[in-house]
């Protein structure tokens, strides 16, 4: 388990994971949406996730979801490299009823992030904001990950395929494997 506190002007955050854990959640980063978001992260993924965080969201949730989603990135990286013995490369796709979004995984130690979803609300809860969460989790994670929009209507149902698609791709990229480091280089 790692554990990571930051503290800024505008978000004070102290993120726990275990990767070996059995998917549970104690969220609580006063946006109600993400924290469902962030419980979903944990069950699907089967990490354990725990974050406080006291943010400006008076302002507005910018700063409290783009810094969980550096923190938790941080966190994820010390948990996981340097990278052996895992799957490495990993895609899934889950669907909400209507909805389906694909995320295809690297955990190769080189950021990148294809995000291609829709724009649009949840209530006050702007959805590109789910675009710096993701940012912000896989440029601190140090992998590579490609988030692709198929199909969908409802907006809530469309951003919980993606943290359920991320989730079942994250798991299964971590996954035990017998052959060492996955790489040709022989290091990642």
């Known amino acids: 388990m790692v554990e ?6 505008e978000t004070k955050i102290l993120v726990r994971v275990d990767i070996k854990g059995s998917g549970k959640a104690d969220v609580k980063s006063g946006v109600g949406f993400f924290d469902h978001m962030l419980e979903t992260l944990a069950k699907h993924s089967g990490i354990d996730i725990f974050v406080r965080c006291d943010g400006d969201i008076e ?9 969980i989603g550096i ?17 490495r490369f990993a895609n899934a796709v889950a669907i909400l009823d209507e909805a389906a979004v694909e995320v295809c995984i690297d955990i190769g130690g080189r950021p990148y992030l294809v995000y291609e979803m829709p724009d649009g609300a ?11 969460f993701f940012k912000s989790l896989v440029f601190n ?17 469309i951003v919980e395929s993606a943290f359920k ?8 990229a971590l996954s035990y494997r017998e052959n060492g480091i996955p790489s040709t280089k022989g290091l990642i």
């Open 71 to 87: 923190v938790l990135g941080e966190a994820l990286y010390k948990e996981v490299f340097p990278v052996k013995n895992i799957e």
């Open 141 to 157: 994670f140090k992998i590579a990950a490609h988030i692709i929009y198929k199909r969908g209507k409802n907006r809530h149902h």
């Open 122 to 132: 949840i209530r006050d809860f702007d959805l590109e904001l789910i675009e710096e």
């Open 4 to 9: 990571i506190k930051r503290e800024t002007k």
């Open 165 to 172: 698609s991320f989730a079942v791709a994250l798991r299964r």
């Open 59 to 67: 302002v507005d949730y910018h700063h409290t979801i783009e810094d």
